[in-house]
Nanobody, 115 residues
Framework: QVHLMESGGGLVQAGGSRRLSCVAS????????MGWYRQAPGKERELVAT???????NYADSVKGRFTISRDTAKNMVYLQMNSLKPEDTAVYYC?????????WGQGTQVTVSS
């Protein structure tokens, strides 16, 4: 079993920055990738960014150039640095980890961007 806990959400003004963190505990070996997803009210959950065990990254087009995903393998942590935030970035952000073909989710952290 894997447990994920996110932190760093909150209220931020448009144009501002926020850094999300996620720590993984439990069976955290053979991790394929970790990442961030988000879900806005009335919308489906969508990919924000992922990072593989080898360090390769993937971003949604809507966040490219503004968000950066990084990972501290030794600490089993993944981060999402969000810059130039827009009101449309408002959502619950979820940490995701995939290992041995199984995906795990955190409980989510709310990010609200005011205009």
């Amino acid at each position: 079993q894997v447990h994920l806990m996110e932190s760093g959400g909150g209220l931020v003004q448009a144009g501002g920055s926020r850094r999300l963190s996620c720590v993984a505990s439990g069976r955290t070996f053979n991790i394929d990738h970790m990442g961030w997803y988000r879900q806005a009210p009335g919308k489906e959950r969508e990919l924000v960014a992922t990072i593989t065990s080898g360090g390769s990254t993937n971003y949604a087009d809507s966040v490219k150039g503004r968000f950066t995903i990084s990972r501290d393998t030794a600490k089993n942590m993944v981060y999402l640095q969000m810059n130039s935030l827009k009101p449309e970035d408002t959502a619950v952000y979820y940490c995701n980890l995939r290992t041995l073909g199984i995906g795990y989710w955190g409980q989510g952290t709310q990010v609200t961007v005011s205009s």
